[in-house]
């Protein structure tokens, strides 16, 4: 493990976060796509309970 850790630099490039892209902006900050998410994980959930009930 040791002789691992030599080769690994804190704070290179390869570490850095995702910059997320042009269609996942849009999906993000899009009202519609929000409510019909909203929609999905609520039927979702409905399905869930009604099948511990």
Known sequence: ????????KPY???YTTMVPTSFVKFFR???IWQFI?????????LIVVRKSH
């Open 1 to 8: 493990m040791k002789e691992i850790e030599k080769y690994v």
């Open 12 to 14: 290179d490039a390869n």
């Open 29 to 31: 900050t899009c009202l």
């Open 37 to 45: 998410r909203f929609v999905m994980i609520n039927i979702k959930m």
